[in-house]
């Protein structure tokens, strides 16, 4: 079974550039995150989706990051712009159900690389 | 508000020694909680989780984690280290209800010594 799918691996843009990450989950699973991990910390969830719809998003800096999940498979995250803070590997991760409501494993992908100069 | 402490940043023992990492979490009430590994480049692998029953639990690669409610904690244990379990190992809570949201531990890095 293929894992959760992320590109690019790693982008580098100066500040105030405007950025997109992709994610391609598990087939079949109901549940998208995407999560920011800044070096040295733990991973922060940024938004939660249910099939297209967006569940939590209430940690997402929604003046500059947004993201979507058309048709309830594939999803995007756009950063603009981007500032020097924003530096990260966002990691996209997928659960066939609502993971944290059931115990449900969270799938993760391996990360891109953001580098803002 | 719910929280994870990891209190130790580095952890450095000899291949084929124990290992315990500690994790300390903040929740009103029994949540779930898991351990994650990440190795460099890679996204993060689930160990193991608890959400119910034995508060001893068995996971992937030799590793156990035992939840002690009294002292809040959810200590991650292997018997003897392997090189390649070099890693960095995350703690995370999770709710056991419909509010709520996950949160992690900033992460334990394991450096093993032959």
């Known amino acids: 079974e293929a894992g959760v799918a992320q590109s690019p691996r790693y982008k580098i843009i100066e500040k105030r550039q405007s950025v997109a990450f992709w994610c391609n989950p598990i087939?079949?699973?109901?549940?998208l995150y995407w999560y920011q991990q800044i070096l040295g910390q733990g991973p922060k969830l940024l938004i939660q989706f249910q099939n297209n719809g967006v569940v939590d998003d209430s940690q997402l800096p929604k003046d500059r990051f947004s993201a979507e999940r058309l048709k309830g498979v594939d999803s995007t995250l756009k950063i603009q712009p981007a500032k020097l803070e924003d530096s990260a590997v966002y990691l996209c991760?997928?659960?066939?159900?609502?993971?944290?409501?059931?115990?449900?494993?969270?799938?993760f992908g391996p990360g891109t690389r953001l580098l803002v100069l | 508000a719910q929280s994870v402490t990891q209190p130790d940043i580095h952890i450095t023992v000899s291949e084929g020694a124990s290992l315990e990492l500690r994790c300390n979490y903040s929740?009103?009430?029994?949540?779930?909680l898991f351990w994650y590994v990440q190795s460099p480049g890679q996204g993060l692998q689930l160990l193991l989780k608890?959400?119910?029953?034995?508060?001893l639990v068995q996971g992937i690669k030799g590793f156990e984690a035992e939840f002690k409610r009294s002292q809040s904690s959810f200590n991650l244990r292997k018997p003897s280290v392997h090189w390649s379990d070099a890693a960095e190992y995350f703690c995370a809570v999770g709710p056991n209800t419909n509010a709520g949201k996950s949160t992690f531990g900033d992460g334990t890095t394991l450096t093993v010594k032959p």
């Open positions: 929740y009103g009430a029994t949540p779930y």
């Open positions: 991760a997928s659960s066939s159900r609502l993971a944290w409501q059931s115990g449900e494993t969270q799938y």
């Open positions: 608890y959400f119910s029953g034995d508060t």
């Open positions: 087939s079949g699973h109901a549940t």
